[in-house]
C-alpha cells in the first residue's frame, strides 16, 4: 500500500481534477493518520481475503427487457439551458485541437 | 392548534371532513417555513405549492397523501425547479425531469411546498457541510446541537411541525441518524424498494431513498406510496410491496427478537440503555421472543473504515460528471481539463474534497487490493453474519446512536468503541441492503433519543409493526419540538 505523502494526496487530487491548498492537505495528511489506522482493522480481519467482494447487497432479479415506449426528447434549449457556454445549439468547450 | 400539528392520517381526516382545504394547510406551512430559523431550507416553493393546492378542490377519501404538503431533501430531481446538492457546482442546475418519489407524491397530489438543505452532495453526518451552512436541531433553542445528517433540513422541517413528512436519502444513516436525533420515524426501506431515479447518486451499492414521518402509522402510508418498481431504474425491484397498511397491524407475539450484545455494550449513555432494556421487557410481555445474540467483534469495528471506503470511492465516479460545463455556474479556461478543474476547484468544498481524495487513494492501482476490495470482502463477512442471525430471527433491535444530538464542536475519539460500533451500526442496513426503520425511544435533558428496528429484505411490514408496538410503548407519537414556530 502507498504510504502517505503530501506528494500522493496531490497525485489523487490532480487526478480527480481539482485543487486544494497547502494547508488543506496538511489537515487530510493529518486525517489520514486516523483514517489508516481505521483501515488497519479492516486488514486484521482473519479470513478477509476469504470472501469475494460484494459489490452490491442483492440481486435485484430484473431478468427481461422492457417494452421500447416512444418519448418526444426534451427541446434542445431546455436541454441546453444549464450549460455555461452554447454556441449553435451546442455546448461550447475550449478549443481542443488546432 | 394546527392541523399541522396531527398526523398524515388525521389531516387526511380533516380534509375529508373539509374542516380544513389545501390551500389553507400550505399557506401555514409556508408561514412556517418561512418563520423557521433551523436553516432547513434550499428555497421555499411558495408559487408553485399555492397553485397546486389552489387546483386541489373535492377531496379524494381513498388517497391519504391528497392535499398533504411535505417538502424533500435537494438531491432529488424536480422539473424546473433548482436543485443543487448542497453543492456550489450545482449552483443553478434546473433538472428537466421529476425523480420518480417525486413525481409519484405529484400524481398523488401531495403538495411540494420546498427543497431542504443536506450536507454536501449528501456526503455527510452532520448537517453543516452543506452550501447553506449549519442545519440546526429545532429540539435545541440555543443553536449548538446538530440534528445530524445527511437529510438535515428534511429531518428539521418534519421536526418542526412544517410538514407531516419529508423525503430524504439514506447511504450510511443519513435518514435514520437524523430521525434518532429529532424524535422521528426515520425509515430506510430495502435496497430496491423504493426507485433511486432523479435521486443524486452518492454511492450505488448503499444509496436508498428514504423519509420521514412522526408516526409509524404515517410511514405506511408514505411506503405505500412509494413503493413499486420502476421501468426507470434497473436496480428497483420487482418484488411485489406488501400490503403495509394491513401487516402494520400484525401483533408481535412469537416474533423473534436478536439483540445484538456487541452494540448495546459499546458505550451508550446509560439513560439511553436503560429505556432500551425496559422497552424490550415490555415486547417480551408482549409476547415476542427476544435474544442476545453474538457478533464478531472485529467485523462491527471495521463498519466505519469499509462504509468510508466504499462510499468515498463509488462517490468519486459518480461526481465524475460535475464538470462545470454540461450545468453549475460557468467557466473556462484554456483547455476542457482546466475548465473543469477551476469549476471544481471552486464548487466543491473542503470537506468534500477530503472526501473524494480518500475514495481515490483507495482506488490506486496499488491500494485497490488492500482497501477497496477487501473493504468489499469485509461488508461481504459483516452482511454473511446478519444473515446468520436472520435465519433463526425475524428482527434485530438496538438504540439507534450514543445519545441524544451532539454539539457542534463535540469531539469523538474517532477510533473509540462508542464511535465505530454505538455511532455506526445503521450502515450494517446499507451493506445489506436490510429495511431500517429509527423511531423515538426517550427523552433526555429536552432532546429526544432513539431506536431502530431493522429486519429481512422486503420484510417492511413487520418492521413497520415492530415500530407501532415500540410507539405504544413509549407514547412517543407525533412529536413536535417546541418552538416559535408551532407554539
Known sequence: MKTISKDILKKAASKLLFDMTEAQYTLLEDEFGTLLSQMDLIGKIPDIDSVAPMTFPFDTGTAFMRDDIPETPSPVTDILRNAGHVEDDQIKLPKVVG | ?487
Open chain 2, 1 to 487: 392548534m394546527s392541523y399541522l400539528d396531527l398526523t398524515i392520517k388525521e389531516i387526511h381526516e380533516a380534509l375529508v371532513a373539509k374542516k380544513v382545504t389545501p390551500l389553507e394547510l400550505v399557506k401555514q406551512a409556508l408561514e412556517r417555513a418561512k418563520a423557521n430559523t433551523d436553516n432547513a431550507f434550499e428555497i421555499i416553493l411558495d408559487q408553485e405549492a399555492l397553485a397546486h393546492a389552489s387546483a386541489l378542490v373535492e377531496p379524494e377519501i381513498d388517497n391519504l397523501l391528497w392535499g398533504i404538503p411535505y417538502v424533500a431533501k435537494d438531491n432529488f430531481s424536480t422539473k424546473d425547479i433548482p436543485t443543487t446538492g448542497g453543492s456550489n457546482i450545482l449552483n443553478g442546475y434546473v433538472p428537466l425531469f421529476d425523480a420518480t418519489v417525486i413525481n409519484l407524491l405529484k400524481q398523488k397530489n401531495a403538495i411540494l411546498i420546498g427543497k431542504t438543505t443536506l450536507d454536501e452532495l449528501a456526503m455527510g453526518g452532520t448537517g453543516k457541510s452543506g452550501h447553506k451552512g449549519k442545519t440546526f436541531n429545532p429540539y435545541d433553542k440555543t443553536k449548538q446541537r446538530m440534528i445530524g445528517g445527511s437529510s438535515s433540513g428534511s429531518a428539521a422541517a418534519v421536526s418542526a411541525g412544517i410538514v407531516p413528512f419529508s423525503l430524504g436519502s439514506d447511504t450510511g444513516d443519513s435518514v435514520r441518524k437524523p430521525a434518532s436525533y429529532a424524535g422521528l420515524v426515520g425509515v430506510k426501506p430495502t435496497w430496491g424498494r423504493i426507485s433511486r431515479y432523479g435521486l443524486f447518486p452518492f454511492a450505488p451499492s448503499l444509496d436508498h431513498v428514504g423519509f420521514f414521518t412522526r408516526s409509524a402509522y404515517d410511514a405506511a402510508i408514505v411506503l405505500a406510496s412509494l413503493a413499486q418498481s420502476d421501468p426507470n431504474d434497473a436496480t428497483c425491484s420487482q418484488t411485489a410491496p406488501e400490503n403495509y397498511m394491513q401487516s402494520i397491524g400484525q401483533s408481535l407475539a412469537g416474533k423473534r427478537i436478536a439483540i445484538i450484545e456487541e452494540i448495546v455494550k459499546s458505550k451508550h449513555r446509560p439513560e439511553v440503555i436503560k429505556a432500551f432494556d425496559a422497552l424490550v421487557e415490555q415486547l417480551k410481555n408482549d409476547g415476542a421472543i427476544v435474544t442476545i445474540v453474538k457478533f464478531r467483534r472485529d467485523l462491527l469495528e471495521a463498519i466505519f473504515p469499509i462504509y468510508i471506503t466504499i462510499s468515498c470511492a463509488e462517490a468519486t465516479s459518480n461526481a465524475a460528471n460535475l464538470d462545470g460545463i454540461k450545468f453549475g455556474p460557468p467557466t473556462w479556461g484554456a483547455t476542457y481539463e482546466d475548465a473543469m478543474r477551476q469549476a471544481r476547484t471552486a464548487g466543491f468544498s473542503e470537506l468534500i474534497k477530503r472526501r473524494f481524495v480518500i475514495g481515490s487513494y483507495a482506488l490506486l492501482r496499488e491500494n485497490q487490493d488492500v482497501l477497496f476490495l477487501r473493504a468489499q470482502k469485509g461488508r461481504r463477512l459483516i452482511v454473511e453474519q446478519l444473515n446468520n442471525i436472520y435465519q433463526d430471527h425475524d428482527l434485530i433491535l438496538a438504540p439507534s446512536a450514543p445519545s441524544i444530538a451532539p454539539k457542534f464542536e463535540d469531539k469523538t475519539d474517532q477510533l473509540s468503541d462508542e464511535y465505530l460500533i454505538a455511532d455506526n451500526h445503521l450502515v450494517l442496513g446499507n451493506f445489506g441492503g436490510f429495511p431500517g426503520i429509527t423511531l423515538p425511544l426517550g427523552m433526555l435533558n429536552d432532546m429526544p433519543f432513539g431506536i431502530h428496528v431493522m429486519g429481512r429484505p422486503f420484510e417492511e411490514g413487520l418492521v413497520l409493526a415492530a415500530a407501532q408496538s415500540i410507539e405504544k410503548h413509549t407514547g412517543l407519537r407525533n412529536i413536535i419540538a417546541p418552538g416559535e414556530v408551532n407554539s
